[in-house]
């Protein structure tokens, strides 16, 4: 008997040092957390990338810095007039964001350009724009060093809405500005700089493709621009573009998440859509490292509340994988989304059932699955609880022995299996 419980007591002991070993090495890919930041007054994010420190930036009317588990540790606030709807992280260790302001430039809105350094602390910004509303929505730094910005414009174009591209240098100086777009409103949601130089915008139905100067080369219409709006768009490993936002199906009274796939030439090759019976819409896409796509946006078909936030994975064709729903009672909504470096997702946006009160920014991290894994305590006490049940079934077993009998001990196939159950 005395052995029986010192081999149990060995066996826990290897397990709990596994385990922690386990827990050291596996990052953050044990855990799903989700942080917000806000105050009582209504804030959103509307982008987030991850800092070359493994934490993560995310801005909207604040720019707000964590560490790689979500823990704050800054941020910065700018007029209430003033948002950012795109950034990036900069070789000095520093961000440029993008997106319109009402306290510089013009007394309407004007695109915004910001360079600020590692602790967001603003060390350059310059405007651009006419008398009337001007905002940009996405940036992209260029090969050249410089940076771009698409967005809508209302004082310049031959239209209502015009889609309005701007390029400058370092130092956010303008090089030079082109419009695109009807008679009618034209939009531009997102923007990539693609890999001869040149530049691809996506916006309502429309993909563009221009050349290094923002001269048109081409451009192509999916579905129709009163139902179907195209909001993210990245360009493919196969030098295609893949697209994502939402469309109506037809006969189809809500919206659904829509994906988009187009050879080099923007021909379209395929597209997909997901959703259930109420409004679903996708705001941002990525290429995953395995070939495939994840979306997220918002969904009433499915979750716990209103809308709550929805990240759907698909493979290289579009075919759905899986997808997940995270939310509360209220609205929670993501507008950003993220492929981490241990293989997970990060998502931002905003939520109404969680934080300080109003809406808040939120930051929501996940596995490669899209959902949590255990606590980091967990892991060792599944173990003491299984190792706990396989010494009662050895005491059991030995009161059971005759004297007169050897105890034969369980072979290794039988532990293997039990380990098997409880990593899975």
Known sequence: MKKIIALALLLILCFAISSLV?????????????????GTENNYANCVVQTSDGGFVLAGKWLVKTDGLGNLEWNRTFEDADRFSSLVEVSDGGFVLAGDTRSYGAESADFWLVKTNESGNMEWNQTYGGANFDRAHSLVQTSDGGY??????????????????????????????????????????SLVETSDGGFAFAGSSRLVKTDGAGNMMWNQTYGEAVSNSIRSLVETSDGG????????TLGAENRDFWLVKTDASGNREWNQTYGGPRQDRAYSLIETSDGGYALTGETRSYGAGNYDVWLVKTDGSGNLEWNRNYGGELNDRAYSLIEVSDGGYALAGETDSFGAGGSDFWLIKTNEQGVPEFPSWAPMLLTLLALTVILAVYRKKLAKTPNNQSYQEPNNTSLLKNSFFLKN
């Open 241 to 248: 573009f893949a697209l994502a936002g939402y469309a109506r």
């Open 22 to 38: 386990v827990l050291v090495n596996a990052k953050a890919s044990w855990v799903m957390w989700t942080g917000t930041y806000g």
């Open 148 to 189: 771009a910005l698409a967005g809508v414009t209302l004082s310049f174009g031959a239209g209502e809405y015009d889609v309005w591209l701007v390029k400058t240098d370092g130092s956010g100086n303008m090089e030079w500005s082109r419009t695109y777009g009807g008679t009618g409103n034209d939009y531009a949601f």
